[in-house]
């Protein structure tokens, strides 16, 4: 990953500058793989992000507070005790590690004052905040490893603390260029420059190698078994100024965007291995480049980890509801033999006379068929001809009563499933906190949720749709979830304001208002490529979308949330809008 040992480095002096002598006023645990502290010192409030997300590790200011859990963690609650009030003496990193050591002043239960330590370790899928005792013993950690996890390295309360085991490679504040080149040469295979920099460097990203690589070679490919003089001459020159860099902590934060403003990669080096397929920025801080790299990255990880009790019940439910109708329809299937039934009863009453007793089978000619076709007929040897022929009525009116019945169910259970199939949508659309305790509410509410016993837990209000102002000054409402959709069309909008909807798609219900005036056709095909993109068609090329006035919206008695009617609309064709 490009958050390496060295722009760890640049982090942790950028960190020492604001934060050594403030204190910890706040602690936050959002998720379940991040925390937030907030210090103050006596200019300014910070607050630093601990994040040990297995795609976005890191450690930085930040200066949005994501939303938090009504309910702080366990270990949130821990680093409240332990830290609140706390003041940030030192902040340590082991050579080039991706490891920091944020040490605190507090007093302890006891009135005595003592260091705990908040380590950070940045290790991919490995990443973990550590919280260690004056002592060096684990008080606890955010991932805990047992033996059944790791057999050479625990991470469990009460147990002394160690380092990640180190790795056999060449540190970079106390290696020089001739040493490097040593190093190399004793590599046996033959392999790539940016590889063997990698193989042979501490704390470096391949990033940073390719970039050594870019630089020596001139944007070729590169041999270490066939560097020439002049380059092995560049190789140590510019070894030389990367060891610059990260000894006296000299870098600048540079950020690699896409033509399509993507980031794609970050340095504490200016990066040149992209040429003109992609733009370098340079930013501010070390932090801000961390911000804008993983901050949209970031929002879908916790939206992912917040939705996942409403995204495992949404799954179960239209699953069940999936076999509900498959089974459903295969017994309606069966019910469609119901009339060979009646005619098998009204043969046995006609015949019941050449019937002979304990037969099991009689083939009787039926007079419903225009050529009097014989068929057979089979029977309970234990029962009458007569009491045969009442099997098969009876039969025949539970059949055509499990028919009505099950065409009634199949109906409902469909309408279900769109109704399920609604409220995904509405999750994909989430953005927040607030957005997700709607679709709970809304859940509850239908019974698809236990409504909680705690008394003090107020129900979640319906907040604001989507705003969007178009080119003429007409303003477009776009609903986020059911509850938002009900109130902007049956309570919002006015009669004469356009309503908006995607044929055969869960979707946002979107209103045009029109404020009382007629809207073109260039307003109307805007609107409508709102709705295209706020519903599951958005990545179609080409959407139908349905709109009317809401005087012809209605919502049908007992309907579920955001489930309405609509007449006499026009569709239009459009794109979905960006």
Not at 438 to 450: D, F, P, S, V, W
Not at 480 to 506: C, E, S, Y
Request: aromatic residues 6%; neutral net charge; contains cysteine.
């Amino acid at each position: 990953m490009a958050l390496d040992g060295a722009f760890l480095r640049h982090i942790k002096t950028e960190l020492e500058e604001k934060l050594i002598g403030a204190r910890a006023d706040k602690i936050y645990q959002p998720n379940r793989e991040e925390i937030i502290i907030a210090f103050r010192t006596r200019q300014e409030a910070l607050k630093v992000l601990f994040s040990a997300r297995a795609n976005s590790a890191r450690v930085g200011i930040i200066n949005q507070t994501p939303e938090n859990p009504k309910q702080p963690p366990m270990l949130c609650m821990l680093l409240r005790k332990k830290l609140q009030g706390a003041r940030l003496v030192e902040i340590r990193q082991p050579d080039l590690e991706r490891v920091l050591h944020f040490d605190f002043d507090t007093v302890n239960e006891l009135g005595d004052r003592v260091t705990i330590t908040l380590t950070m370790e940045i290790m991919g899928k490995y990443s973990n905040i550590i919280v260690v005792n004056h002592e060096g013993l684990i008080i606890d950690s955010l991932k805990r490893v047992d033996a059944e996890m790791s057999s050479q390295r625990l991470v469990l309360p009460g147990l002394r603390y160690q380092l990640p085991p180190p790795q056999e490679k060449l540190n970079i504040l106390t290696t020089d260029g001739n040493a490097l080149l040593q190093k190399l040469a004793e590599i046996p295979a033959d392999m790539e420059l940016s590889k063997a920099l990698l193989k042979t460097l501490q704390g470096i990203s391949p990033v940073v190698c390719r970039e050594i690589q870019h630089q020596v070679g001139r944007g070729e490919f590169l041999n270490i078994k066939e560097l020439d003089e002049e380059q092995l001459f560049r190789l140590k020159f510019y070894y030389e100024k990367l060891r610059e860099a990260v000894t006296n902590h000299s870098g600048t934060p540079f950020i690699v965007v896409e033509r399509s403003k993507r980031p794609i990669d970050f340095s504490f080096l200016e990066i040149h291995q992209y040429g003109t397929s992609a733009v370098v920025i340079q930013k501010e801080t070390f932090s801000e480049l961390l911000n804008a790299f993983f901050e949209e990255r970031d929002s879908g990880d916790r939206m992912r980890v917040k939705q996942q009790d409403l995204l495992k019940l949404l799954t179960n439910l239209s699953e069940r509801l999936s076999r509900k109708i498959e089974h459903q329809q295969a017994e309606l299937a069966e019910c469609a033999y119901k009339d060979d039934l009646r005619i098998a009863g009204d043969l046995l009453s006609s015949n019941s006379y050449a019937i002979a007793p304990g037969a099991t089978v009689v083939k009787l000619q039926n007079f419903y068929d225009e050529n009097l076709a014989d068929i057979e007929v089979k029977l309970n040897p234990a029962l009458s001809a007569s009491q045969n022929a009442q099997k098969y009525y009876k039969d025949y009116r539970k059949a055509k009563t499990a028919e009505n019945i099950l065409q009634t169910q199949i109906i409902a259970a469909k309408e279900e499933l769109l109704y399920i199939d609604s409220v995904f949508e509405s999750l994909a659309l989430a953005k927040s906190e607030q957005d997700l305790g709607e679709i709970r509410a809304e859940l509850t509410g239908e019974g698809y949720i236990k409504k909680s016993r705690n008394k003090k837990e107020k129900e979640a209000g319906v907040s604001a749709p989507l705003k969007f102002t178009l080119e003429s000054g007409l303003e477009v409402l776009v609903g986020r979830n059911n509850r938002q959709n009900d109130k902007l069309t049956m309570k919002t909008a006015r009669k004469q304001d356009i309503w908006f909807h995607v044929k055969g798609f869960p979707g946002s219900h979107t209103v045009l208002l029109t404020e009382g005036k007629n809207p073109s056709e260039d307003e109307i095909k805007q609107a409508a490529a709102l709705a295209a993109k706020y519903s599951r068609a958005k990545d179609l090329v080409q959407v139908a979308v349905d709109y009317t006035e809401i005087r012809h919206v209605t919502k049908p008695q007992g309907a579920k949330p955001g489930m309405v009617n609509y007449v006499n609309y026009k569709t239009i064709f459009v794109k979905p809008t960006e």
